[in-house]
């Protein structure tokens, strides 16, 4: 469970990600969507940090499902995902724009797929464990 996040704009971060974890990202989001508006109320990942740092987000996370969902189109995929409805001006999250937490997600991005994401330059340690902005 996880919504990757090399950087801080949802668009850059959906352009940079291997189609494996791009698919992914479409299905994730939609399923932490469902949990954190209220959709969905039991059953596993609901007490994720994944999960709960979008608690109060929903518009920002529709946001980012959205343009998983379009960069997943624009690459030529069949898409059978419905966009979420969100506002159009919402509140983003503190997480975004942190560095440790975009970091970690580069760090994590490098271990999955070494070969594909070199590519971007990342200067990250290549083990930094998940930052998960969440009490």
């Not at 940079?16 to 299905?27: A, E, H, I, S, W």
């Not at 995929?77 to 969100?86: G, L, S």
Request: positive net charge.
């Amino acid at each position: 469970m996880q919504t990757f996040m090399p950087y801080p704009e949802f668009k850059k971060s959906a352009k940079c990600l291997d189609f494996r974890r791009l698919g992914k990202q479409r299905v994730e989001a939609m399923q932490v969507h469902r949990i954190v508006s209220g959709k969905r109320t039991e059953g596993g990942w609901i007490n994720h940090p994944a999960v709960r740092m979008w608690w109060g987000y929903q518009d920002a996370l529709a946001a980012y499902h959205n343009a998983m969902l379009y960069e997943w189109i624009y690459r030529g995929y069949i898409n059978n995902m419905p966009k979420i409805p969100h506002a159009v001006d919402y509140v983003m999250p503190e997480f975004i724009g942190n560095k440790k937490f975009h970091d970690s997600h580069k760090s994590n991005l490098l271990n999955k797929d070494f070969d594909y994401y070199k590519k971007f330059g990342w200067s990250v340690e290549r083990d930094m464990p998940y930052y998960w902005p969440v009490q």
